[in-house]
């Protein structure tokens, strides 16, 4: 035996007579050697450098050539993951889907499904029964296991529905928030990019509203994608928009100030004479009279738990009347921020899903949207509160039934 790293003789190994021909197994484990004049092969097993085996032959052996074994490739299909291992060993996929196994035995896979995910089917076995497929390997072979996704994208906290709460979650673990599970990322993984990103917690939020019908569903890179992260903390801020004059400037400026904390304590001395058994939930608003565009603040107060952190309003579910006046746009205050919103002027109706992500908001006002004037009249904001769904800071559903909600009336004269 020769050290081929030293060109040196290691060992000298006693075989048949007239040693003609020698063959090297792939992995260097076995030196098979033709011996000529004794009609035989000798197995040399380079472990130990001594015969382990000899093999007669025909006459006068001078040539040997190492067949590799049949191979047994296994494949992965569907939407789920699992790992499969063979009986004898050699396949464990897994980091492992292909192994040779010489002598033509039959090979026994088992199919174990992970914890998120159902065993579906074989393909290519000549017997199965159940999660087991027997493949007999006299040629190499290939044979396919199907696994299913139990994972329902957008039902991240495994509730059965996907609504705002969802989305905020999927928030949370794209700002670093918290920790997910493998489930919770496999269910904000909407778009299906190994990521979970604000564009799935935007998704899952359309969905919920009813602005879009199905998930999941592929953004392309000219859309959502490039709304990146640090816009969304730009989005918090929030704009003054252009007064028509400098004294209603002057008093619009601050009034963007005044005007939550009034509502804050106004919403907590309202829920302090009626005794607060529930949560309230209520509009306020400025006038349009003078310049034809005001705002309509959404607020909250007694909300528990850490208070109101997801709200969402689905399917048109907050109407008013749309002779009166328009809305132009809509923003998250106090930390939250709107994830996706439908505006339809001409029905008088919007939907909206808005979280804050960091925490939230016991008593105080949360969504402001922007009027412009279309008439002159009175017009009532509505929600419809079968179309309200409520979330509090450990992202657990606020009960609609124990929140009141009230409408607000608009005059212009």
Not at 185 to 202: E, H, I, P, R
Not at 296 to 309: C, H, R, Y
Not at 368 to 384: C, H, N, R
Request: proline content about 5%.
């Amino acid at each position: 035996m020769i050290d081929t790293a030293k060109d040196s003789v290691v060992a000298t190994v006693s075989v048949g007579i007239g040693p003609h021909c020698v063959a090297v197994t792939p992995d260097g484990s076995r030196v098979y050697v033709a011996n000529y004049g004794s009609n035989t092969v000798s197995v040399i097993a380079t472990a130990s450098n001594s015969v382990v085996d000899t093999v007669s032959v025909g006459n006068g052996p001078e040539g040997l050539s190492i067949v590799p074994p049949p191979i047994l490739t296994v494949n992965k299909a569907g939407t789920g993951s699992g790992t499969v291992t063979s009986l004898p060993s050699g396949i464990n996929c897994g980091p492992t889907c292909s192994a040779g196994f010489t002598g033509g035995p039959t090979v026994a896979l088992t199919a174990t499904p992970d914890s998120s995910s159902t065993f579906a089917s074989w393909s290519g076995c000549d017997s199965v029964a159940g999660n087991k497929c027997s493949v007999a390997m006299n040629v190499s072979r290939s044979v396919t296991a199907t696994f299913n996704s139990t994972v329902n994208k957008g039902d991240v906290n495994g509730d059965g529905q996907i609504n705002v709460t969802d989305a905020r979650i999927c928030l949370q673990i794209a700002l670093g928030f918290i920790q997910p599970t493998d489930k919770q990322k496999q269910a904000c993984d909407v778009n299906g990019d190994g990521q979970v990103t604000l564009a799935d917690a935007q998704e899952i939020a359309r969905f919920a509203i009813g602005q879009i019908g199905s998930l999941p569903a592929f953004i392309s890179s000219s859309g959502v994608l490039a709304f990146t992260l640090p816009m969304l903390l730009l989005g918090l801020v929030g704009f003054v928009r252009k007064r028509r004059n400098s004294a209603m400037k002057w008093l619009r400026k601050r009034v963007i100030f005044i005007l939550p904390l009034l509502m804050g304590v106004g919403l907590l001395l309202t829920a302090c004479s009626s005794g607060v058994t529930t949560s309230v939930l209520v509009f306020s608003h400025t006038s349009l009279a003078q310049t034809g565009y005001g705002t309509l603040t959404l607020g909250v107060a007694g909300m528990p738990d850490g208070g109101l952190a997801s709200i969402e309003i689905k399917n048109g579910g907050m109407s008013f009347d749309p002779s009166l006046f328009i809305v132009t746009g809509i923003k998250g205050l106090h930390g939250f921020t709107v994830l996706a919103s439908v505006i339809d002027n001409s029905a008088g109706k919007v939907s909206f899903a808005a979280v804050n992500p960091s925490g939230g908001t016991t008593t105080g006002s949360v969504i402001e949207f922007s009027l412009a004037q279309k008439g002159i009249g009175s017009s009532t904001v509505k929600i419809d509160t079968s179309k309200l769904v409520l979330g509090d800071a450990n992202n657990i559903a606020i009960p609609t039934g124990s929140v009141t909600v009230r409408s607000e009336t608009i005059s212009i004269p």
